[in-house]
């Protein structure tokens, strides 16, 4: 630095001196330095000596750099820019950090982290799209002392999905000077559905869209969420016609739901101009036999000059096990399991094999034990087999018996999935 002076004259055989903050300033850039005390001795007038000692200065700790963060949102969407708030998959954060040195030293960087993506920037920053939730954000000020001072803040990210219709119904019946009554043959249709939005705590509306075959069309401005309820007159009987309700919120994305509006219901209906005959409905399809209804059939079907002699008559899902059921008797159910971190540490003669395991098949679907096939579809890790134990007494119609993955040395795989397919019968 360039600091000197006299401390003291006269000043006896003791000084006691408190060393400035101000002093700091000739560390601009290091949190130490030393500082030369000259001592010159005197006996009355006359000179007798001098000393010269050299002490470290060190910058006490609490001297940092000041940090200031301000959050604001930013928004491109005007109708949430209007509301100052922050939406899901919307807004941005702008971070400004006001930051400034202390006793000379100056701003390096400045680092923003927390619920952001982490970056060094400049005194104002934004950042990418952000999501629902608590966003914590911190700017973390450094400065050529190599000091820092943080300064955290948190916002509200407001969830935002696009306008959802859910629920939609129709009833047939008549409608006439504002008045319904249901009929299931009648002509005119009620619509009913219900429309859901977000932020409507900020006053968010749609305009609403309800359009019947592509042709006839009802709107809405301004609604709110909740259930609504459109008439449509003179739609007809005999043609199945396709719904299409959407929504545009206040900030300008649209959401939609689609359903068909059948004909009206039948036992049974022949259309001599289209060659058509339905069961269940009006005919509406050319040269075709359709049937709406479930069917049961007593004798065997013939397609395309082949006799239907099986099919399936059931199936689902249970557990790891997808399953079938076919009219012959025959029952299929597939499936699987990953092992993960699969400790392979008891010895069995000169191998070593995982604690035994077993799959039980869906409740109730055979009728007698099935035939089961393990196989190791996908591994990481080296085995050498599957064995099986031999558990007298179980009953096999029930799961298979327990198995396990074999090795010749200890060790603990990183996973293995093991598939199974059986094959019995649900009926005999």
Not at 54 to 63: A, C, S, Y
Not at 341 to 356: H, K, R, V
Request: aromatic content about 10%; proline content about 3%.
């Amino acid at each position: 630095g360039s600091l000197s002076g006299t401390l003291a004259e006269a000043a006896g055989d003791q000084l006691q001196w408190t060393i400035p903050m101000d002093f700091c300033a000739q560390l601009p850039n290091a949190t130490s330095g030393t500082v030369q005390i000259s001592c010159s001795t005197y006996n009355g007038s006359e000179y007798i000596g001098n000393a010269v000692i050299e002490v470290t200065l060190t910058v006490l700790p609490t001297v940092v750099p000041s940090a200031e963060e301000t959050l604001s949102p930013v928004n491109e969407n005007a109708w949430i820019n209007s509301k100052g708030i922050y939406a899901a998959g919307f807004s941005r954060v702008k971070i400004d950090t006001a930051a400034a040195g202390v006793y000379g030293s100056t701003i390096k960087r400045i680092d923003i982290s927390g619920d952001v993506t982490s970056y060094n920037a400049a005194s104002s920053a934004v950042s990418d799209v952000l999501s629902s939730g608590t966003k914590t954000v911190t700017a973390t000020v450094t400065d050529s002392r190599g000091r820092t001072k943080s300064d955290t803040k948190s916002i509200t990210v407001q969830p935002y999905t696009k306008p959802i219709i859910s629920s939609i119904s129709y009833q047939r019946g008549t409608y006439t000077d504002g008045a319904w009554t249901d009929n299931d043959i009648g002509e005119d249709v009620k619509i009913t559905f219900t429309l859901g939005l977000s932020l409507t705590a900020y006053g968010n509306r749609a305009s609403i869209s309800v359009a019947v075959g592509g042709e006839t069309t009802q709107t809405s401005a301004d609604a709110a969420a909740g259930s609504h309820t459109y008439y449509f007159t003179t739609i007809g009987t005999d043609v199945t016609r396709p719904l299409v309700v959407s929504a545009t919120d206040s900030t300008g994305t649209t959401g939609s739901q689609s359903a068909d509006i059948p004909t009206i219901n039948v036992a049974a209906n022949y259309n001599s101009s289209l060659k058509s005959i339905r069961i269940g409905g009006v005919a509406e399809d050319a040269e075709s036999f359709r049937v709406s209804w479930p069917a049961i059939f007593d004798v065997a079907m013939t397609i395309l000059g082949s006799e239907m002699t099986d099919f399936v008559v059931g199936s689902g899902t249970d557990g790891i096990w997808n399953y079938i059921k076919l009219l012959n008797g025959l029952a299929v159910c597939w499936g699987g399991y990953t092992f993960t971190g699969l400790p392979i540490d008891n010895a069995w003669g000169s191998l070593y094999i995982s604690t035994p395991v077993k799959y039980d098949y869906p409740a109730g679907l055979f009728a007698s034990a099935p035939e089961y096939f393990l196989n190791v579809s996908d591994c990481n890790g080296a085995y050498t087999s599957i064995g099986q134990a031999n558990n007298s007494g179980i009953d096999l119609k029930t799961g298979t018996r327990d198995f396990f993955v074999t090795r010749t040395d200890a060790a603990t795989i990183g996973s293995i999935r093991i598939c199974c397919l059986a094959i019995g019968r649900w009926k005999i």
